[in-house]
């Protein structure tokens, strides 16, 4: 006897045995048949039949009710400093489309101050994350003991972490030297560095990316060029007057944040942007495209970044499921892209 219901509206939530009186069978044939069961014995019409009333009521298997019963929960968890930082918002977006792909749900955590210590503190108290991706403005050693407490695997992202397991970072010396290329093959000579923080991975790297670039095009990279203002972009006021005190003709900026907040200091002292002061920097994204003057940068691959990050990781948790090396620890460092060219960049007056 046919026991289907006729009519039936779609479902939101619909359950295994809504499919199963839909479909006209029991819950267990349901199960195994949306399983793909080797064991699973049915008619094609069946099978059909099956697959059609899951489609109509848009049923989606329960992540936390498969959890209970194979005790794998296929959660994810990325944790990241800021969450207005183009960067890593680009990051969340490349891991959370890896970690669908491949079944897996990605939580999102924001570490307040930078700092991921609380965050991975509260992780280790759960089972419900079975792996972390992890981005952190925290000095080396404090990140390195956060993620020894939680004892889960992980994937470092955003810089390179000696000791700290596998990581992915950006090329960042490289982009920085792009960006300042550019800025010395238009004719400027005065090229300010407004750093992020010094003394740490990525605010290192995108110094000595200044150098470099600066030392190629002949020029000297004198140290009162530069001007921390970190990530922060509230700091960025500050640090773009002093280095108009010292004459300069060209910023580049280490991320975009603290780029666009350079254009806003620089138009309230009146000045022209680029007819003044040219302003590149790095990552190319939708707020380097709205700020007025849209921003010449280069692109930084970093929502690849993170679905490398979510590859790794599901290294170590479905070994033999990838065909890349399951090394305890190695770090990916992506090249940048190309420069962006628009109209913050000038030659020289």
Not at 88 to 107: H, K, M, N, Q, T
Request: charged share 25%.
């Amino acid at each position: 006897m046919d026991t289907r219901a006729s009519d039936t509206p779609p479902l939101h939530n619909a359950t295994l045995r809504d499919v199963a009186r839909e479909a006209g069978v029991d819950a267990s044939t349901v199960s195994r048949v949306l399983k793909n069961a080797a064991d699973v014995r049915v008619r094609q019409e069946t099978r059909a039949r099956i697959l059609e009333a899951a489609e109509r009521l848009n049923y989606r298997a329960n992540p936390l009710a498969r959890a209970l019963k194979t005790a794998r929960s296929r959660t994810l968890l990325i944790v990241v400093p800021q969450i207005e930082n183009p960067v890593f918002s680009a990051a969340i977006l490349g891991a959370e489309e890896e970690a669908r792909a491949r079944g897996y749900v990605l939580l999102v955590a924001y570490g307040r101050e930078g700092s991921a210590a609380g965050v991975l503190e509260r992780v280790s108290q759960s089972s419900l994350v079975e792996g972390v991706v992890i981005a952190s403005f925290d000095e080396d050693e404090t990140l390195r003991q956060s993620i020894a407490a939680i004892g889960q695997p992980h994937v470092v992202i955003n810089r390179r972490l000696t000791g700290g397991g596998s990581c992915v970072a950006l090329d960042t010396r490289a982009a920085s030297a792009i960006g300042v290329a550019h800025l010395a093959a238009l004719g400027h000579r005065r090229i300010g560095h407004l750093a992020g923080r010094l003394g740490r991975f990525n605010g290192d790297a995108r110094r000595r990316g200044w150098e470099d670039a600066m030392r190629a095009a002949g020029l000297a990279p004198d140290p009162d060029l530069v001007a921390e203002a970190g990530y922060d972009p509230a700091r960025v006021p500050a640090a773009v007057d002093a280095l108009l005190a010292r004459g300069v003709t060209a910023i580049h900026a280490a991320t975009l944040l603290t780029g666009a907040a350079a254009i806003a200091r620089l138009h309230g002292h009146g000045l022209d942007v680029p007819g003044d002061v040219s302003v590149v920097t790095m990552h190319d994204d939708l707020l380097a495209r709205v700020v007025y003057p849209a921003i010449t940068t280069v692109e930084l691959p970093s929502a690849e970044m993170g679905a490398r990050a979510v590859r790794l990781l599901l290294r170590r948790l479905e070994p033999g499921a990838d065909d890349g090396p399951a090394e305890a620890s190695e770090t990916l460092m992506l090249p940048p892209g190309k420069l962006v060219l628009r109209e913050s960049t000038s030659p020289p007056r």
